[in-house]
Nanobody
Framework: QLQLVESGGGLVQPGGSLRLSCAASGFTLDNYAIGWFRQAPGKEREGVSC????????YYADSVKGRFTISRDNAKNTVYLQMNSLKPEDTAVYYCAAKVACVIHNTMGSWGQGTQVTVSS
């Protein structure tokens, strides 16, 4: 069972920063691409960013390009999403999921609890 646990969310003012973490439980992340997704109230879940298993490739949604940075530390079995210059429209529950590859749409395993990010003054 591919179980990932998200953490690091919180309340931040516009222009602020947060770093989200995605930790694996019971398996190693080395062989998987990891994607970050978010779901705002009343909206469908959308892909935000993805990093390949080797960290050689990263992908970003146009809405976060230049503000968010995805990285991974396979030794710590964790993937991070550094979010800078946050905007109110970034407010959402953020989830991570394993994928065979970033270019593959389907995710593996079940969705976790997510971590709430609220950007508000």
């Amino acid at each position: 069972q591919l179980q990932l646990v998200e953490s690091g969310g919180g309340l931040v003012q516009p222009g602020g920063s947060l770093r989200l973490s995605c930790a694996a439980s019971g398996f190693t992340l080395d062989n998987y691409a990891i994607g970050w997704f978010r779901q705002a109230p009343g909206k469908e879940r959308e892909g935000v960013s993805c990093i390949s298993s080797s960290a050689g490739s990263t992908y970003y949604a146009d809405s976060v390009k230049g503000r968010f940075t995805i990285s991974r530390d396979n030794a710590k079995n964790t993937v991070y999403l550094q979010m800078n210059s946050l905007k109110p429209e970034d407010t959402a529950v953020y989830y991570c999921a394993a994928k065979v590859a970033c270019v593959i749409h389907n995710t593996m395993g079940s969705w976790g609890q997510g971590t709430q990010v609220t950007v508000s003054s």
